[in-house]
T-cell receptor, first 116, second 114 residues
Framework: DTGVSQDPRHKITKRGQNVTFRCDPI?????LYWYRQTLGQGPEFLTY????????KSRLLSDRFSAERPKGSFSTLEIQRTEQGDSAMYLC??????????????FGQGTRLTVV | KNQVEQSPQSLIILEGKNCTLQ??????????LRWYKQDTGRGPVSLTI?????NTKSNGRYTATLDADTKQSSLHITASQLSDSASYIC?????????????FGTGTRLTIIP
């Protein structure tokens, strides 16, 4: 158990519907990351937060995607008007600090989204 | 373009045997290299993390090596167990030290058979 929890674990939705995922990071971690992983591929970076500030967004994050971390604790990732290409595992990770050693990212178990 | 390539794509070995997984990267500048284990349907779990000044690091039966000159890394698993069956992902951190700059390999799918 890494301490990062994601909800739900699985989500099946019809194309065109909106979905929202939640991530609760390890409590003392100030950085939170969202990644997307499709079958047979490694995770791809989507966006990250330092505390409540969203500092970077990948170009993979189209305008149908929005992420928030309103109080610097949990985060939500919303996908509007879902498309079949959005089907993937959405992974959340958190880390505690920057530093010369590089910071360890602890991943949650992911939310598996299937758009039908 | 930053890339991380892993080989083999998949590997099947008998329980108790050793194996070595390979990782080549072109990420520049380089901050650190990590190996993660990912069980099917679950998030990755860190095994090792190495900066450019380290050339070997162990975590139990897992030993990772890094050659920053040739931009190669390997993960050696000793005395494999059935629970080692998973995907092993090589991840390289580029500029800065943030996890937003991680480049992931596609992984090696390892299957241990009894």
């Amino acid at each position: 158990d890494t301490g990062v929890s994601q909800d739900p674990r699985h989500k099946i939705t019809k194309r065109g519907q909106n979905v929202t995922f939640r991530c609760d990071p390890i409590s003392e971690h100030n950085r939170l990351y969202w990644y997307r992983q499709t079958l047979g591929q490694g995770p791809e970076f989507l966006t990250y937060f330092q505390n409540e500030a969203q500092l970077e967004k990948s170009r993979l994050l189209s305008d149908r995607f929005s992420a928030e971390r309103p109080k610097g604790s949990f985060s939500t990732l919303e996908i509007q008007r879902t498309e079949q290409g959005d089907s993937a595992m959405y992974l959340c990770a958190s880390s505690s600090r920057q530093g010369a050693e590089g910071t360890e990212a602890f991943f949650g178990q992911g939310t598996r989204l299937t758009v039908v | 373009k930053n890339q991380v390539e892993q080989s083999p794509q998949s590997l099947i070995i008998l329980e108790g045997k050793n194996c070595t997984l390979q990782c080549n990267y072109t990420v520049s500048p380089f901050s650190n290299l990590r190996w993660y284990k990912q069980d099917t349907g679950r998030g990755p779990v860190s095994l090792t993390i190495m900066t450019f000044s380290e050339n070997t690091k162990s975590n139990g039966r897992y030993t990772a090596t890094l050659d920053a000159d040739t931009k190669q890394s390997s993960l050696h698993i000793t005395a494999s167990q059935l629970s080692d069956s998973a995907s092993y992902i090589c991840v390289v951190s580029g500029e800065g030290f943030g996890n937003e700059k991680l480049t992931f390999g596609t992984g090696t799918r390892l299957t241990i058979i009894p």
